[in-house]
T-cell receptor
């Protein structure tokens, strides 16, 4: 049972480049979400989804897009990377009636 | 604005000592969770509390949810080096799955 798988683990981008952070879960969880973690700021919600075809914005959505075409996958797209997007990104999933999250191991992104 | 404030921010203690970490808010939460995160990994769920005044124990860890459901505490008895990590509280303010995370408490337990 792989749980939540995130790829890549590390990425360096130049300002203005775009990229997609991948997230896949094999637990048939309806709810999936993306967080970014910055020192002293805790985890902040970027986007979330309650099921295939349904997405919504979190606390810090600007500069990011998401889509949910299948239950398993929830990719996060950076449209035009900025240094302020340097962070560690975590994908998490849960059942809709179960509030406990399962997190991936994260993607460490540096924008130069 | 950070809805959940954790204290202390950093804690360095010796093996065998007891400690308490606090998670406070002005908001009422329908449930509150505690996670532990180790370097290079994602947070791992320790416990969920849902009832005001609820106390849950997980081996040497005791979690309490405040009567008014606005605060919580984590108490560790006889800390061990394996308890070292970042402890995060997270609250749910509605009926859905969205969580607001606290800023975290970095715990280091030394031999």
């Amino acid at each position: 049972n792989a749980g939540v798988t995130q790829t890549p683990k590390f990425q360096v981008l130049k300002t203005g480049q775009s990229m997609t952070l991948q997230c896949a879960q094999d637990m048939n969880h309806e709810y999936m979400s993306w967080y970014r973690q910055d020192p002293g700021m805790g985890l902040r919600l970027i986007h979330y989804s309650v099921g295939a075809g349904i997405t919504d914005q979190g606390e810090v959505p600007n500069g990011y897009n998401v889509s949910r075409s299948t239950t398993e996958d929830f990719p996060l797209r950076l449209l035009s990377a900025a240094p302020s997007q340097t962070s560690v990104y975590f994908c998490a999933s849960s059942r809709l009636r179960d509030r406990g999250y399962t997190f991936g191991s994260g993607t460490r992104l540096t924008v130069v | 604005t950070q809805l959940l404030e954790q204290s202390p921010q950093f804690l360095s203690i010796q093996e065998g000592e007891n400690l308490t970490v606090y998670c406070n808010s002005s908001s009422v939460f329908s449930s509150l969770q505690w996670y532990r995160q180790e370097p290079g990994e994602g947070p791992v769920l320790l416990v969920t509390v849902v009832t005001g005044g609820e106390v849950k124990k997980l081996k040497r860890l005791t979690f309490q949810f405040g009567d008014a459901r606005k605060d919580s505490s984590l108490h560790i008895t006889a800390a061990q080096p394996g308890d070292t990590g970042l402890y995060l509280c997270a609250g749910n303010t509605g009926g859905g799955n969205k969580l607001t995370f606290g800023t975290g408490t970095q715990l280091k337990v030394e031999l």
